[in-house]
């Protein structure tokens, strides 16, 4: 008579599974930049802090400053200033309206490493930690990409407070956002210096990854950050104020990395296995 001994090969296969150390594939991010062109007209027109009256008077002789204007952009190479430098340095007369005002544009956020910041007093300049799994990008994507650069925005209102800061920002990807409303996407860009608070959505994304390469494209709306701005109405967040792109490089791994098991470990599968197979051959020729 013979007697099948499945039950027992099945459970050295499980004692084999355990033993076995899988790797899954990942892969991080390293260089590139981010690169924002705002839209100053829409920019404008999407806020209300007006304090200052359109037409000059004998008591305030300002004319026509806009709503909100970059007056200042500090890329990566500023990463050793504080806060209050940032704030106060360069900063033109109140009463210049022409040449305190610089252009929106090629504004350029290089992306940080992996290695851990040191940021100096008021700074919150993030590492970056974004990781996933290639060919699953938006199923896996986890952390963010830090972005160094800081934006110096002039608002109409009175000083001291008309001078505000957005920058040491990351680029995270946020499942929940998708498609919230016509165009929106998953992807958004955070600012941290001062307070955190977001700062820009992005509309009508492409995203691609050619080789190595990863690549982002697309349009800029209003985060909610800007609502202490005056934004208007929060559906002026799908306003796009701008176009964005974005390149980075995928460096792909392999993680976990395998542990060693010890010695006595395979002895004792290995034994496992011969108990089992002698055990086997002895059933069978019953």
């Not at 900063?91 to 544009?105: C, G, R, S």
């Not at 008021?122 to 290639?134: D, I, K, S, V, W």
């Not at 830090?146 to 990807?173: A, I, S």
């Not at 982002?216 to 005056?230: A, V």
């Amino acid at each position: 008579m013979k007697i099948n001994n499945h039950r027992s090969s099945t459970w050295l296969l499980a004692v084999f599974g355990v033993l076995s150390i899988s790797q899954a594939q990942a892969a991080t991010v390293s260089g590139g930049a981010l690169v924002l062109n705002l839209n100053r007209d829409v920019l404008i027109a999407s806020l209300d802090v007006n304090d200052y009256p359109d037409t000059p008077t004998a008591d305030f002789p300002i004319c026509c400053r806009p709503s909100i204007y970059l007056e200042e952009f500090y890329d990566a190479s500023a990463a050793s200033k504080t806060f209050v430098e940032l704030r106060d340095g360069n900063t033109p007369d109140l009463y210049d309206t022409v040449a305190d005002e610089i252009p929106a544009t090629g504004l350029q956020f290089s992306v940080n490493g992996l290695s851990p910041i040191v940021n100096p007093g008021g700074r919150q300049n993030r590492n970056t930690t974004f990781a996933f799994e290639p060919g699953n990008l938006f199923g896996t994507a986890s952390g963010s990409i830090g972005l160094g650069g800081v934006m110096r925005f002039r608002v109409d209102v009175d000083p001291p407070t008309n001078r505000v800061l957005l920058g040491d920002m990351t680029l995270e990807y946020d499942p929940a956002l998708e498609a919230a409303t016509p165009g929106r996407s998953g992807w958004v860009i955070t600012n941290h210096i001062g307070f955190d608070a977001g700062g820009f959505e992005l509309f009508d994304v492409t995203t691609a990854i050619v080789g190595n390469t990863l690549s982002l494209n697309g349009n800029l709306g209003l985060g909610w950050g800007f609502d202490h701005l005056g934004a208007r109405d929060a559906r002026l967040r799908d306003t796009r104020i701008g176009t964005f792109s974005f390149q980075t490089t995928v460096v792909s791994g392999e993680t976990p990395a395998a542990v060693p098991l010890p010695t006595a470990v395979w002895l004792f599968a290995s034994g496992l296995a011969g108990l089992v197979l002698n055990g086997r051959s002895k059933r069978e020729i019953v």
